[in-house]
């Protein structure tokens, strides 16, 4: 590698580093809206994890997608435009539902959009693989703990319609 393509993977790093923090920071925000006073006074089920888990488990989810979508870059970057489209995709799928759940407290709406996000993150899981095998690895816990929070945000739905 030439020191020129270190630096362009240097900073394709870092841009995919800013993306996801981008995510977390519109997440956080939209968050905060119902985090303290609107989501504790929701009947939740007990199989929940403890709120102190949320952001431990998402700056680790976070960190694993932006080294996978600069994995499948620095695989090819000209070829890797359909799968970083989907990753993108879903990254915005993502910013947007803490704004519907906590924000505008539309547990309905979240679930429909969270459904969304699930079939996203799983095509850029498919689309990841044709790349890069451990990048697409790399996701399978985001989709999991998605596939829980779909899970969750329906009882939550379910209990406090």
Same mark, same amino acid.
């Given at each position: 590698?030439?020191?020129?393509?270190?630096?362009? $993977?240097?900073?394709?790093?870092?841009?995919?580093?800013?993306?996801?923090?981008?995510?977390?920071?519109?997440?956080?925000?939209?968050?905060?809206?119902?985090?303290?006073?609107?989501?504790?006074?929701?009947?939740?089920? $007990? #199989?929940?994890?403890?709120?102190?888990?949320? @952001?431990?488990?998402?700056?680790?989810?976070?960190? @694993?997608?932006?080294?996978?979508?600069?994995?499948? #870059?620095?695989?090819? /970057?000209?070829?890797?435009?359909?799968? !970083?489209?989907?990753?993108?995709?879903?990254?915005?799928?993502?910013?947007?539902?803490?704004?519907?759940?906590? @924000?505008?407290?539309? /547990?309905?709406?979240?679930?429909?959009?969270?459904? !969304?996000?699930?079939?996203?993150?799983?095509?850029?899981?498919?689309?990841?693989?044709?790349?890069?095998?451990?990048?697409? !690895?790399?996701?399978?816990?985001?989709?999991?703990?998605?596939?829980?929070?779909?899970?969750?945000?329906?009882?939550?739905?379910?209990?406090?319609?």
């Amino acid at each position: 590698m030439t020191s020129v393509s270190r630096t362009r $993977s240097a900073a394709a790093l870092a841009t995919s580093l800013a993306a996801v923090s981008a995510v977390a920071g519109i997440g956080g925000a939209g968050t905060a809206a119902g985090v303290r006073t609107w989501y504790p006074s929701l009947h939740r089920p $007990s #199989w929940g994890p403890p709120d102190e888990a949320f @952001g431990p488990v998402w700056t680790v989810l976070y960190a @694993g997608n932006a080294v996978s979508a600069w994995l499948v #870059w620095r695989a090819n /970057p000209q070829e890797s435009r359909h799968a !970083l489209t989907l990753y993108g995709a879903q990254l915005a799928l993502n910013a947007a539902w803490p704004l519907l759940f906590f @924000g505008l407290k539309r /547990p309905g709406l979240a679930l429909v959009e969270i459904a !969304l996000l699930w079939v996203a993150i799983a095509s850029t899981v498919a689309a990841f693989a044709r790349r890069h095998r451990v990048a697409a !690895l790399l996701l399978v816990p985001y989709l999991a703990w998605v596939t829980f929070a779909v899970a969750l945000n329906y009882e939550l739905w379910r209990r406090n319609s």
